[in-house]
């Protein structure tokens, strides 16, 4: 603004920015930079270049080539780290998805073959050999399930799971996940589904909301030994969705522990130490099945003495804004 800084001040500045931005070392940058400063006043204003106060231009440009030198390889750093967790994150993506589909085609023939003989489809069968079929299966069937849940949260995270609408009766979607929870059930607890009158038809994934009910009330069934489950399913017009309640008698979750259960691979104490077969990655999945599907959920529990998980879905999925 005073005119004390000639066209050569900016071109030395803009080669310093010039610099910064393609150095790999913020250091070395200010070296070519206080460098460059000097040169261009040594040989531009050479006559009289100890007297001149041309020389504050050193430092200036020093300092200049630092902070934008610190500020790009930050950039650059962050950069790569970022490349470098997409890298890792699509190859655990590709392996999961890999490993699960080898193992899933041998385990889904032993299941089979061990449904035919325990049904004595080849050959009559003596009580201990029932006995052991009846291990064998339920075993490979938790594999099973183990390894489709590990494709399917692979799957949720990748982004890779379509979302296919339909018209959607909410009662025979708890029908079927009766007929699908059945393996769960217990003689000491009592299993009751209710849909109340009413509801109207609901526009969303049907196998979504019946994977997302079949979770909530397999891991009721799990986690409770004895008492009641039961699932109530209302309308709830004011905020036109549907809610569906699954209150278990059960085990109970501590209050610092039910933000974390939704985390993959997490699981509560209490249950770790019963030894009750799981992996962690059922709440997982229903959090994010509830995420594509526009809905809620909310969990209170009272350790000891039971939990109640209450799940909403919106009425019409093609009707809620797209909210990231
Ligand atoms: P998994 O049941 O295979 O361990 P989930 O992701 O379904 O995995 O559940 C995570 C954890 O949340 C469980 O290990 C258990 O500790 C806790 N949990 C889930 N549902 C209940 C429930 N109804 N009662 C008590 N604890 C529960």
């Not at 900016?10 to 400063?37: D, K, P, Q």
């Not at 590990?150 to 959607?168: D, Y």
């Not at 217990?186 to 109340?196: F, G, H, I, P, Y």
């Not at 099945?289 to 093609?318: A, K, N």
């Amino acid at each position: 603004m005073c005119g004390g800084s000639g066209s050569d001040f900016y071109f030395v500045f803009f080669f310093v920015i010039f610099l910064a931005s393609l150095g790999e070392r913020a250091e070395l940058t200010a070296v070519g930079a206080a460098l460059a400063a000097g040169a261009s006043v040594f040989f531009l204003h050479g006559a009289n270049v100890w007297d001149t106060g041309m020389w504050l231009r050193v430092p200036f440009f020093l300092v200049t080539a630092l902070t934008y030198g610190y500020l790009t390889t930050n950039a650059r750093q962050a950069r790569s780290r970022a490349e470098a967790a997409e890298a890792v994150l699509a190859l655990k993506t590709t392996f999961l998805a890999t490993l699960s589909h080898e193992v899933r085609t041998p385990l889904n023939v032993i299941v089979g073959y061990t449904d035919m003989m325990r049904e004595g489809l080849l050959g009559e069968l003596v009580a201990a050999q029932r006995d052991a079929l009846d291990k064998m299966s339920t075993h490979s069937f938790e594999l099973l399930e183990l390894v489709d849940r590990t494709l399917k949260a692979s799957r949720l995270e990748s982004g890779g799971m379509p979302v296919h609408l339909g018209e959607v009766h909410v009662d025979a979607v708890l029908e079927e996940v009766q007929l699908a929870v059945s393996r769960h059930c217990k003689a000491d607890v009592d299993l009751s589904l209710r849909t109340q009158a009413g509801i109207p038809p609901v526009v969303t994934d049907r196998l979504k909301l019946k994977e997302i009910v079949a979770n909530l009330v397999t891991n009721a069934l799990k986690y409770t030994d004895k008492g009641a489950v039961t699932v109530d399913a209302r309308w709830a017009p004011r905020d036109r969705c549907v809610e569906i309640m699954v209150r278990d008698t059960g085990l109970g979750i501590r209050p610092e522990e039910r933000q974390a259960i939704f985390e993959p691979f997490t699981r509560a104490r209490e249950a770790d130490a019963r030894c009750t077969p799981g992996v962690g990655l059922g709440l997982f999945i229903v959090g994010r099945l509830i995420e594509l599907l526009r809905g809620e959920l909310r969990v209170e529990s009272e350790p000891g003495c039971g939990s109640t998980f209450t799940v909403r879905i919106p009425q019409r999925l093609e009707e809620v804004p797209n909210v990231a």
